[in-house]
């Protein structure tokens, strides 16, 4: 298969997976492993990285209504009833703060013991089913929280944290952890789902600058030990490049309207078990056909 066509699916899962519940992570490992690209390619990590950016800005676009109004009433809030510490854009970063700074901690602890085709079935697999019963444990339960504006500082602080285990387990997904985390403090479907979203963004671009950063401009102790690779820009690369960042944030914009409009209806059930059912279909088949 080409380049070109490679970059068009791997654009084409970025896009679908990055806001679903399901781990794009995984997903790319996978679509990576199948077509045969190899994994510690540095161009091809490289693009992993950036074709993040186009999801992110089709993120940005959908919710700028959203966020400019919450810059307009900053901080009294829509309601005038915030302060400067429970206003959805100082929850959004003290939630970025509490998963940040313990991500960092764990990052080559996780990057070690958790980065293998196993661990992320297994992340795969238990995200699924706790999503279902948290899902199902909360329909049972009144919500207290229905709107970003009615969150507490206490919420936003244990969204923080329970998001620092997508970036600690590979496979878990920052979709799936906020979610639920939401829903386990009284927020109920949509609402989760907007702060993830909203928490989402700070996140991704710090995460992704850093990793690009990172494969741009290595440390002299990784170069000197060969750990990394420079990549040598081509015009046939960046063309690849553009490519998947144009096709991930187009796939992105109509799949955050799509599972907005379908959470409010139908809850989270639909990809519980399709986490189960991939992450057991790993185990049983994934050594065999995409490797550890």
Request: aromatic share 10%.
């Amino acid at each position: 298969m080409n380049p070109y066509m490679q970059s068009v699916l791997l654009g084409i899962v970025e896009g679908l997976t990055e806001f679903l519940p399901v781990s794009s992570t995984a997903h790319l490992r996978i679509t990576e492993a199948l077509m045969k690209i190899p994994l510690d390619d540095a161009y091809w990590k490289m693009y992993t990285i950036v074709i993040q950016l186009g999801a992110i800005l089709a993120l940005m676009l959908l919710f700028l209504s959203r966020i400019v109004d919450f810059l307009r009433t900053f901080p009294a809030g829509e309601n005038q009833d915030r302060t400067w510490w429970n206003h959805p854009i100082s929850l959004t970063l003290i939630a970025f703060f509490f998963t940040s700074v313990p991500a960092l901690l764990l990052h080559k602890w996780s990057e070690k013991n958790l980065g293998s085709l196993t661990a992320m079935a297994l992340a795969l697999l238990i995200g699924g089913v706790l999503m279902w019963v948290i899902d199902a444990w909360s329909q049972r339960h009144e919500p207290n929280t229905c709107d970003v504006e009615e969150m507490s500082l206490p919420q936003a602080i244990w969204i923080g944290l329970c998001q620092t285990l997508s970036a600690v387990f590979p496979g878990t997904s920052r979709s799936m952890s906020t979610i639920a985390a939401g829903q386990l403090v009284g927020m109920d479907r949509p609402t989760a789902l907007e702060f993830s979203f909203l928490i989402s963004i700070p996140t991704m671009v710090a995460a992704t600058g850093w990793d690009l950063i990172k494969e741009i401009h290595p440390s002299k102790a990784a170069v000197a030990a060969g750990t990394v690779a420079h990549v040598v820009m081509s015009a046939d690369r960046w063309i690849v490049l553009l490519i998947g960042l144009m096709v991930s944030f187009i796939v992105a914009l109509g799949v955050v309207e799509w599972f907005l409009f379908w959470v409010r209806k139908h809850g989270f059930t639909m990809f519980a078990i399709y986490r189960i059912l991939l992450g057991g279909a790993l185990l049983l088949w994934g050594a065999k056909y995409i490797g550890s």
